[in-house]
Every structure is written in C-alpha cells, then in structure tokens.
C-alpha cells in the first residue's frame, strides 16, 4: 500500500488532483459498505436457517434426519418427581380367579432328607401366565337345503345377506386388514402377508384393499355425520399437512375435536379445499389454528397455537441471541401453568396483568427489530422473522390470549398436529397413495377409527360390525 504523502509539502494544484482521484471512491465505499451489510445479514439468515429443527420451528421431526435435537422440556425442574405420580392407578396383569387351564407342579414322592413317602400335596403358591392361545382361523359351510312340496313345487332357504360367494373372507377377517392398515399404519403388502402369519389365512392385496373401499362405503354417511357435528362444534382445530397422491402433492386437512375427528383430502391447501370440503366455511365458533392467512379469512372466532409462538421464539432465543424472546417464553409458559392451575379462565384483572407485561416484552423485540423501509417494489417489503413474528402477536393478541379468558380455548393446537401426525407415519411407511381413491378411502376409515380411539371404543369390534351391516355410531355432541 503506498505510504500517505505529506499533504503540507504538496501544492495547491497536488492537492486538488488528489481530491479529484479521491472524490468518486466515497460512492463507491458506501456501495461496498451497503453490500457487505446486506452479505453480513443474508451470512446470518442462512446459518440461523441451517440451525432450524422441529423444536424451534414449524418443520416436521422427520426433516431432522439422523441429527435429531435434543428433547428439552419448558417445564421448571422439581414441578414433579420422576416415574409413576402420586394416585396413578397401575395397569399391570393381575391374577384371575378361575384361568383356563391349570399344570401343577408336584414335590417328588419322598422326602429328600429322610427318604419317607411323602403325605397329601398341597397349593402353596400360584403364578399365571397369561398368553394368547393358538390362532387359527375357522370356516363356516352355509348350507341351503330344499324340498319338494307334493304340488311339486320345490321350496329352498337362502343365504344370509353378505353371503355372496362360493369361498370368502368373513367380517372379523376384513376387520382385522382394515385396522392393521388404516389404524396400525401398516403397508398392504406387509398386511397381507401378517393375516397369515398370525392367522394361517394368507391375503391377496387386492383382498385388503377391496376391504378398504368397503369399509369406506359403508362408513361414509357416519363420517359425514361427525362433520357435521365439528361444524356445530364450540371449539375446533383445524391443521393441514402434505400426501403424496398419485405422484402428486395434495393436502390432507384436519378438522378435530377432543372426541371427534374429521380428515379429508383435496389437491389445494387454501380456501379452493376449505369450500370444496365444504365444513370450514360453515364453522361459526372457535377455530384452533396456527395463523395461517386462509384460517383468519373464514367467518369465525380464532385462537392461534400458542406452541407455535413457543418454537419460533425458542429459535430467536436460542439461535439470534434475542433476551426479549426467552422472556416472552417464560411468560406464555407461566400463563399456561396459571391457566391449568386455575381449572379455567383467570379472572380479568389477572389477565390484563399478562397481557400488559406481554406488550412491553413486544416493544423491546420491536425496538432491536425494526419495519424494514419500502423498497419500492411491488408486494409487501420482505421482513425478518423476529419481525413478522412481532407483527403477528401484536396485530392479534386477543387470538393469542383467548386461552387466558375463554375456558374452551386451548394454549395450543395439539389435537389437530395429532390427527396429522399418524397419516404422516402412513406416508413414511408406505411412500403415498398411487389414486385419488385410495387416498378418500384412507381419509374416511381414519376419521372413523380416531373418533372410537378418542371414545374408548374397541377399533377391532366396531369394524367386524361395520362389515355386517351395523358400524357402531359415535358419540356426536
């Protein structure tokens, strides 16, 4: 670099050369200054999105891959001890009065020591064993008999409704590939091939999902009932997520309750589905989402998914160094603890207590986050995350603090993320669906089988009656 000259030695004319060389540089400094900004910032985007997990964002367990997070827990340690909690009533085996089948096991016939024959042996202690029996299907041969009248004409029985075939599978038979498909998630193929290892009566796949598509059939009109309950319902949740459907991305979207669930698929995500599902639109209580703009524009009360706000500030705390976002954490958290404690609504003045310490959290997040200017291009100026988040838990607080002052309102929207949760271990496990059709199939027989789970109802049993004519009807209010 060459050395600064003495500016006292120079001339006059020197020096108003060198201002000339040097004047247009200052442009060009604040240019290069502006970009290495811009750089420094998009340096710090891209590493803060290479730290996102499933525990400080919205992206599924299953985009972690092999470098899971560490599970950590916002509940303060020595709230309750480890293991079983006091007054949990155990569910382990427990001995029965009469078993089915009793070995004995008898002393030899003289006494070891002193060799004299032994007297009358008697029950000294009892263990059981509880095991399932040998499984093995049974065949039932109808027969239909006929005879002749003395007029000549010739009189027969006929066949039960469902007997349709010289050879088919029984109700308990379908029953038993639907659940391991639609409820265990297995695939059709390892479906199959588990009905004859476990019951020597090996399938076809087309058998097993023949089955499906009449399971659906016959429990659509139920299905469509519990929708029709949802949409009456106080309190929804509602969740959408991606399937692959015949090498397509569609969109399953979940519509629960705590005792009724409601999934359906369609190939948009927006209102297109919400209006072509035709439950949404029509919902008027309170919908349990997580922001996402085509839920604020249905006509209805909203309370957004506190957990959600809890990952992404975990990310501004953990990943950006922001203190105000541990701080908002520690808040929501201790108002979700105070909420439970409660049993219900805190009272009002509690409340405006929260939200009043809420909002000054806000105005310092706001203060290290400020509105990036207009550029003025068109569309909405590109914000940063901390700055979207922000707007989104001033712009709705009330949605935010329903929980606190309604006491149907949830602090989060698990109940939806676990309706979406199984089909997506469906999809992991079997890779998609390859039609539209099997796709409505799964959507039906799962709304079913997850509104008996939630109503405690033996999945198995129900679905031997659905095939007989008679599926168990759920309990809609």
Not at 6 to 15: G, Q
Not at 447 to 466: D, I, P, R
Request: positive net charge; aromatic residues 6%; hydrophobic residues 40%.
């Amino acid at each position: 670099m060459d050395e600064l000259p003495d500016l006292e030695k120079l001339s006059v004319a020197e020096k108003d050369q060198l201002i000339r060389e040097l004047w247009p540089l200052r442009a060009l400094v604040r240019d290069l200054a502006a970009q290495v900004t811009a750089l420094q910032l998009k340096v710090t985007e891209l590493e803060a999105r290479l730290a996102t997990n499933s525990r400080n964002s919205s992206k599924p367990p299953s985009s972690d891959g092999l470098n899971k997070p560490q599970p950590k827990s916002l509940r303060k340690c020595g709230e309750r001890p480890t293991g079983g909690q006091k007054g949990h009533q155990g569910h382990g085996l427990k001995k029965v009065a009469e078993p089915d089948r009793i070995v004995t096991h008898a002393p030899p016939s003289h006494c070891a020591e002193c060799q004299r024959p032994l007297p009358e042996r008697s029950v000294v202690e009892t263990r059981q064993v509880f095991d399932l029996p040998p499984l093995r299907f049974e065949v039932t041969e109808h027969q239909v008999l006929a005879a002749q009248c003395a007029c000549g004409k010739i009189c027969r029985g006929e066949f039960p409704p469902g007997i349709s075939a010289p050879v088919q599978y029984g109700p308990a038979a379908m029953a038993a590939a639907v659940h391991l498909t639609h409820h265990h998630m297995m695939p059709v193929q390892r479906t199959a091939a588990l009905m004859g290892d476990f019951f020597g009566l090996p399938m076809a796949e087309a058998t097993v999902l023949a089955a499906s598509e009449e399971a659906a059939v016959r429990l659509a009109p139920t299905v469509a009932l519990m929708g029709e309950a949802i949409q009456t319902a106080e309190v929804a949740h509602a969740d959408e997520t991606g399937m692959r459907v015949a090498g397509k991305l569609h969109w399953m979207h979940a519509l629960v309750t705590a005792t009724l669930t409601w999934v359906g698929c369609h190939e948009k995500r927006g209102k297109r589905a919400f209006d072509a599902l035709g439950i949404l639109p029509g919902f008027l209580g309170t919908l349990i989402h997580d922001g996402w703009k085509p839920y604020r524009d249905l006509l209805c009360k909203h309370g957004l998914c506190n957990a959600h706000h809890l990952r992404e500030l975990t990310y501004l705390f953990e990943e950006l160094q922001q203190a105000w976002a541990g701080r908002l954490i520690e808040l929501l958290v201790a108002a979700c603890h105070e909420v439970n404690q409660a049993g219900g609504s805190l009272p009002v003045e509690r409340v405006a207590l929260w939200r009043n310490r809420y909002t000054e959290i806000l105005s310092e997040g706001e203060v290290l986050n400020p509105q990036a200017e207009k550029s003025g291009k068109r569309g909405r100026t590109r914000q940063s995350k901390a700055t979207n988040l922000l707007w989104r838990l001033r712009t709705y607080a009330d949605d935010v603090w329903r929980f606190a002052s309604d006491p149907s309102v949830p602090f989060s929207n698990n109940l939806a993320e676990q309706a979406v949760r199984m089909p997506k271990v469906k999809q992991k496990i079997s890779g998609g669906f390859r039609t539209r059709n099997g796709a409505d199939t799964f959507c039906t027989i799962r709304s079913y089988l997850a509104t008996l789970h939630k109503q405690g109802s033996n999945l198995f049993h129900a679905l031997t009656l659905t095939f007989q004519g008679q599926p168990p009807q759920p309990r809609l209010a």
